[in-house]
Antibody
Framework: QVQLVQSGAEIKTPGASVRVSCEAS????????FTWVRQAPGQGLEWVGW????????KFAQRLQGRVTLTTDTSTGTAYMELRSLTSDDTAVYYC??????????????WGQGTLVTVSS | QSVLTQPPSVSGAPGQRVTISCTGS?????????VHWYQHLPGRVPKLLIS???NRPSGVPDRFSGSKSGTSASLAITGLQAEDEADYYC????????????FGGGTKLSVL
C-alpha cells in the first residue's frame, strides 16, 4: 500500500533553515510528483510547492518563492523540502502528498503524517 | 486571501443537508480545471473527499457529493452526522499563478 512517512518535528531559531523529508513506498516513485502543504496554527491549508519525481520540474507558491527548495532522491524514494530564512510565520505543520508527475493537478489521495516545524528564539 | 473563496463557517443539525461553496475565477475553476475537496479533522491528516469535481474515492459515504458550474464548485453533505464536524477545503489549479495549485480558505462545519 502507498505510504508517505515524514521526518520528525523540528525546532528552529529565526533565520535558520529546515529540511523535511518524505519517504515514499508502495508505488513506483518516479511515476508521480509531490505537493507540499502547510498549516499554521489556527490557519487553513496553504500550498507550498510541487515537484515532479519524473522530470524534476518544480513550482512554488509566490510568497515562498526564493526561500524554498524541493528535491527528490529516486534512489531512496524520498522527497525533501528545504525552507530557508525562517521566521515565526513559518511555524506550521508541513505535509507532503503524492501528486501528478505533470503540471496538471491531480487529487491528493495519499498524505504524509505531517511534520511540525516550530520557529522560536 | 485565498484565490478560491469559501464561507468561513456553515452549520446544520444532525440529519440535515448543508452545502459549502468554492468560488473561483476564469483562471482556475472557470477555466475548466478540476476541483477536489478535502476533509480535515483537528490533529489528523487531510482526507480526499471528492476528486475531479464529482468523484467519491472508495470508502467515502455517498452522503458527500460534489458539483461544479461556471466559476464555482460546491460540496453537499446530506444526513449530517456528528462525525462530519471538521474543516473542508476545495483545491484547484490556477493558470495565472505560474501553474500553482491553490486551496480555498477552508470552511468549518459545525454539527449543532
Amino acid at each position: 500500500q502507498v505510504q508517505l512517512v515524514q521526518s520528525g518535528a523540528e525546532i528552529k531559531t529565526p533565520g535558520a533553515s529546515v529540511r523535511v523529508s518524505c519517504e515514499a513506498s508502495g508505488y513506483t516513485f518516479s511515476n508521480y510528483g509531490f505537493t507540499w502543504v502547510r498549516q499554521a496554527p489556527g490557519q487553513g491549508l496553504e500550498w507550498v510547492g510541487w515537484i515532479s519525481a519524473y522530470t524534476g520540474d518544480t513550482k512554488f507558491a509566490q510568497r515562498l518563492q526564493g526561500r524554498v527548495t524541493l528535491t527528490t532522491d529516486t534512489s531512496t524514494g524520498t522527497a525533501y523540502m528545504e525552507l530557508r530564512s525562517l521566521t515565526s510565520d513559518d511555524t506550521a505543520v508541513y505535509y507532503c502528498a503524492r501528486d501528478s508527475p505533470a503540471a496538471a493537478v491531480s487529487p491528493l489521495e495519499y498524505w504524509g503524517q505531517g511534520t511540525l516545524v516550530t520557529v522560536s528564539s | 486571501q485565498s484565490v478560491l473563496t469559501q464561507p468561513p463557517s456553515v452549520s446544520g443539525a444532525p440529519g440535515q443537508r448543508v452545502t459549502i461553496s468554492c468560488t473561483g475565477s476564469g483562471s482556475n475553476i472557470g477555466a475548466g480545471f478540476d476541483v477536489h475537496w478535502y476533509q480535515h479533522l483537528p490533529g489528523r491528516v487531510p482526507k480526499l473527499l471528492i476528486s475531479n469535481n464529482v468523484n467519491r474515492p472508495s470508502g467515502v459515504p455517498d452522503r458527500f457529493s460534489g458539483s461544479k458550474s461556471g466559476t464555482s464548485a460546491s460540496l453537499a453533505i446530506t444526513g449530517l452526522q456528528a462525525e462530519d464536524e471538521a474543516d473542508y477545503y476545495c483545491q484547484s489549479y490556477d493558470s495565472s499563478l505560474r501553474g500553482s495549485r491553490v486551496f480555498g480558505g477552508g470552511t468549518k462545519l459545525s454539527v449543532l
